[in-house]
Nanobody, 126 residues
Framework: QVQLVESGGGLVQAGGSLRLSCAASGRAFSRYAMGWFRQAPGKEREFVSAISWSGGSTYYADSVKGRFTISRDNAKNTVYLQMNSLKQEDTAVYYC???????????????????WGQGTQVTVSS
């Protein structure tokens, strides 16, 4: 069982930066691949980024590639999402998720993830 708590969201101007954190409970954190998803009002939840259990592999949606960076600190049971050059279209609730087994090529599939946090709001103003 893994519990996830996101933090770091807020209001930022376009072009600004935020760093989201996702703190996990449980001793098996390092065995889980982790992902970030987001959901804007009236839209479906979409994949943002994922990272393997070791941190050796990372994945990004095309819409955030080059602007967002995912990382993890297994000693702190925490995964991060550094978001730079934010755009208004990045406005959404951001969720972190944990996957016990993440098959190759499936990092963007929300159904591959076993545990989810409650989300943190990111609002980017013009």
């Amino acid at each position: 069982q893994v519990q996830l708590v996101e933090s770091g969201g807020g209001l930022v101007q376009a072009g600004g930066s935020l760093r989201l954190s996702c703190a996990a409970s449980g001793r098996a954190f390092s065995r889980y691949a982790m992902g970030w998803f987001r959901q804007a009002p009236g839209k479906e939840r979409e994949f943002v980024s994922a990272i393997s259990w070791s941190g050796g592999s990372t994945y990004y949606a095309d819409s955030v590639k080059g602007r967002f960076t995912i990382s993890r600190d297994n000693a702190k049971n925490t995964v991060y999402l550094q978001m730079n050059s934010l755009k208004q279209e990045d406005t959404a609730v951001y969720y972190c998720a944990a996957a016990g087994i993440l098959r190759v090529g499936s990092s963007s599939n929300p159904y591959e993830y076993d545990y989810w946090g409650q989300g943190t709001q990111v609002t980017v103003s013009s």
